[in-house]
């Protein structure tokens, strides 16, 4: 998970292996050297490789954590947004909703600002001072729809790519707000701040 979620929980869920989140992390960047490797595994994230799609191991180790009643945090873009385009969710988003043994709530929130705190491009260097909105939306209970699928032996894909959509959707309405929120702030702080160009464009398939 990034920096974000410091600023909405309290220390004592931040420093507990126990209620702390579990959340994918790319293979190919947070598991390059052993440093690295001991440092995303203390904060309980597990390796994704991409291209292995949905019935890799790691997911199935996540769906094994939801089974326990654990918290999983995911990206569901799959990637670190540089455009701040609006991106296709991964559909291994789905997997973890239709194919867990205990049906998970889902907590869409959607931040703006955090570029500005830790930006994409070197130096990597925190700023400090910098304003980040965070919306967080309602709960999303699949537990009927998802009861439906199985009794009609729904197609998995189909499965999958539903339960996406209906969270990239929720995502769009909590962006529109967090992007119109955070403009209002800027404008109070004094600051121009407007939503990215390629944040316009829908980039569903």
Known sequence: ????????LKWRHLWSATTMRWSPAAHDIAFTRRIYSWFFSSGKCVPIIRGLGVYQQAMDFLLERLGEGHWVHIFPEGKVNMTLERMRLKWGVGRLVYDSSVCPIVLPFYHVGMDRVLPNHPPYIPRIGRWVTVVVGEPL?????VEEMRRRNEDPAYARRH?????QEELGHLREHAEELHAKLMAEKGEMWKPAVHGRKEGCA
């Open 1 to 8: 998970m990034h920096s974000s979620h410091a600023g909405v």
């Open 141 to 145: 209970d699949f537990r009927a729809e």
């Open 163 to 167: 339960i996406t959509d209906r969270i």
